[in-house]
């Protein structure tokens, strides 16, 4: 544990707070780099969280998703996500949930957004592609070379299952060839990419060193071929900190994130080029925030039914305690390492 920072003189109006709960605060560790306040350099990812519905119950999961969640973006507010949407220049509309594709208004965003020539991302759990009511959904993102950023958090079932449920690892190695199959991880228009997380509370590994041994695997055990592996860390927030909770290692990890502070990641954190709209329209600097109901502040709009570019793509960063994950090590987002 860190004694109180002394702040850079060009950072005293800003005031930050020296600690919080106990730890060194997130704005007090930016201000002695220089870098509060943290400020967004424009809107290069839209990233749209269609609701909490899933198909699965995993363990880490920070969006709090599963089967008996209500939580989903009706048609109305996808279509003003639509209309912000054409007042940017975003290269990239990021959709995830949830299961997104669960969600009704799914494929509608993902042609709209199309239609506007933006590339689609989306976040799939993979075993949502094996429902019978989603039977031709994996033709359908091939169709539209949607980029598919796909969870499996190893290349061995004991550890996936215990993650995210019993048979998981199966669905999802069924999942992975059945994509392979239409041509995703093969050809450079249909992107496979791959996300890790760690099963327990530690940092991950290198991500270059964790992509290759993941092909390796992946190729000898199933012939199965992807294009990158994203390294994401756990942030202490949902189903993660009650993990972190109820084994003793919040403190420990806390810990563990704070001294791995890097000013690298945290110059390149992903709020900085992304908005996240929610469920229900609220716009926030991240997805986390959005799980902390944290929606953008400082005078920004904080519904899409207000979306303004001139306000949006400057604004300061809303932060936190959990944004340490972000900035730890390598660094942590949505496209895995940043530093």
């Known amino acids: 544990m860190e004694a109180q920072l002394e702040l850079p003189t060009r950072n005293a109006h800003f005031s930050p707070r020296p600690s919080e709960n106990g730890f060194p605060s997130f704005n007090s560790r930016l201000a002695r780099h220089g ?40 048609r109305q507010t996808a279509e003003d996500c639509i209309r912000a949407l054409e007042l940017t220049d975003a290269p990239t509309v990021d959709i995830t949930g949830g299961a997104p594709e669960l969600n009704e208004n799914f494929r509608y965003l993902v042609d709209a957004s199309k239609a506007l020539g933006r590339h689609v991302m989306d976040r799939s759990n993979l075993t949502v592609l094996l429902l019978r009511s989603q039977s031709d959904l ?62 327990g509370a530690f940092l991950p590994g290198d991500q270059d060193a964790l992509e290759r041994e993941f092909k390796r695997e992946l ?33 420990q990890y806390m810990e563990r994130l704070v001294n791995a502070f890097n000013p690298a990641a945290a ?21 986390f925030n959005q799980m902390l109901d944290e929606t953008v502040g400082f ?6 039914r207000d979306f303004s570019p001139e306000l949006l793509e400057n604004r300061r960063i809303v932060t936190g305690l959990h944004c340490y994950g972000c900035t730890a090590g390598a660094g942590s987002s949505c496209g895995g390492t940043t530093a």
């Not at 199966?170 to 050809?187: F, M, P, T, V």
């Not at 009650?242 to 084994?247: I, P, S």
């Not at 005078?299 to 899409?304: D, N, Q, Y």
Request: hydrophobic share 40%; glycine share 6%.
């Open 35 to 74: 870098l509060h306040p943290l400020r967004a350099t424009g809107i290069d990812v839209f990233q749209i969280n269609v609701g909490k519905l899933c198909n699965q119950t995993c363990r880490h999961c920070h969006v709090d998703a599963g089967p008996d969640r209500t939580e989903r973006m009706t």
């Open 138 to 199: 994996a033709r359908f993102l091939a169709d539209r070379e949607v980029e598919i950023i796909a969870s499996l958090p190893y290349f061995l079932a004991e550890r996936t299952d215990a993650q995210r449920g019993a048979g998981v690892f199966d669905k999802s190695i069924q999942a992975l060839k059945l994509l392979n199959r239409l041509g995703y991880g093969r050809e450079p228009a249909l992107r496979l990419n791959l996300v890790y997380n760690p099963t």
């Open 219 to 251: 190729d000898r055990r199933y012939q199965i071929r992807f294009d990158r592996l994203f390294a994401i860390t756990n942030l202490p927030i949902s189903r993660f900190l009650d993990f972190l909770v109820e084994t003793g290692n919040y403190e």
């Open 267 to 287: 110059r390149a954190v992903m709020c900085r080029n992304t908005l996240s709209v929610s469920w229900d329209g609220r716009l926030y600097d991240c997805d």
């Open 299 to 304: 005078g920004a709009p904080t519904h899409i």
